[in-house]
């Protein structure tokens, strides 16, 4: 076997702590915490009973008023108006329903018909629907993201699962019923999956088992469009955040000078890596292009429609429905 091969797992580590790995399980942990408390000061339990929540935690209301990604909160919509008392409230002891300032909390609406929270495709991504999410993402979390930060170094690793997980959100957000409450990094860790999907291809023949690993990594992305499935989750920013992984690791990825061992000619190894460079620096520019192009058409689809994308099955491809928990009424 060629001894230049190596394990996928066992890459070279430049970088010695995975500082943003590290933060973003405490901003998580804590955040999760403070759903539960505010879940009990709110109804009186820490989790939801009635209906009782499959994933072991708060009510969809209490997720909507701590910031997780629900569309009414975001953007006007014609079908959730803004002023009328018809939404559950996040408060049990509330007999009267409230309005979508009320349900959605945080800042307030720069003007009270049009609501513009559009941090919630941000704070969304440390939020958990349950304990069960909670746990089924760290593992992938902190087991792939301290091995993959290590590798990259922190500020690239943020860039991508951050940037993933923004985009994934926006994405998702066109596509699922307006009423859907989303919430998790799950859109995040596809973007990671992004990331090692090109390192496989970049690095496919210095790694042992290459084709094993392809199927690794198909056997994952299978798991994740199930798991996708469950209340909280949504398949649709876990296709966004996972195509956002493959351009943003294109435009952050480091210049990986590709050897020739059949050149012997200094002067050609020159060219060659010059020609190298031309190319990647070429790919990294379309790359950019290409998202920035993506956002921009779908803030614009977003922000524009009042309506949402008149789209029947798009609902069962983002979560099935459990006692009401992909949804606030």
Not at 58 to 68: D, F, K, N, S, V
Not at 128 to 148: E, F, K, P
């Amino acid at each position: 076997m060629d001894k230049t091969k190596e394990s996928y797992t066992k890459k070279k580590i430049i970088w010695a702590v995975p500082y943003f790995t590290a933060l973003s399980t405490i901003a998580i942990l804590a955040y999760f915490i403070t759903s539960l408390i505010y879940n009990s000061t709110l109804t009186g339990h820490a989790i939801q009973i009635s209906p009782f929540n499959q994933m072991i935690g708060p009510a969809p209301e209490t997720l909507i008023y701590l910031g997780a990604r629900y569309v009414p909160c975001i953007k006007p919509s014609n079908s959730y108006p803004t002023a009328e008392k018809k939404y559950t409230c996040p408060s049990s002891k509330t007999v009267e329903k409230c309005t979508l300032d009320l349900l959605c909390g945080g800042p307030k609406f720069s003007d009270a018909n049009i609501p513009n929270q559009t941090y919630r495709f941000f704070s969304a991504l440390f939020m958990h629907s349950g304990i069960v999410q909670l746990i089924l993402n760290m593992v992938s979390h902190i087991w792939i993201g301290h091995l993959v930060e290590r590798r990259i170094n922190s500020i690239r690793y943020s860039t991508i699962w951050v940037g993933s997980g923004v985009f994934g959100y926006i994405f998702g957000a066109i596509f699922v019923p307006e009423g859907n409450v989303s919430v998790g990094c799950s859109a995040s860790l596809m973007g990671v999956m992004g990331f090692l999907v090109i390192d496989l291809i970049l690095n496919w023949k210095h790694i042992t088992r290459p084709r094993i690993t392809a199927c690794k990594f198909i056997a994952c992305f299978v798991v994740s469009i199930i798991i996708g499935l469950l209340p909280g989750y949504d398949n649709f920013s876990h296709f966004g955040g996972f195509l956002a992984g493959l351009l943003i690791t294109l435009i952050v990825m480091p210049f990986a000078k590709i050897e020739n061992s059949s050149l012997n000619d200094e002067v050609d190894k020159e060219i060659i890596k010059y020609k190298q460079l031309v190319q990647f620096w070429i790919m990294r520019m379309i790359a950019i292009s290409f998202i920035v192009i993506l956002i921009w058409i779908l803030l614009h689809l977003f922000l524009t429609n009042l309506e949402q994308l008149d789209c029947n099955f798009c609902q069962f491809l983002s979560c099935i429905t459990f006692n009401d928990m992909c949804t606030s009424k």
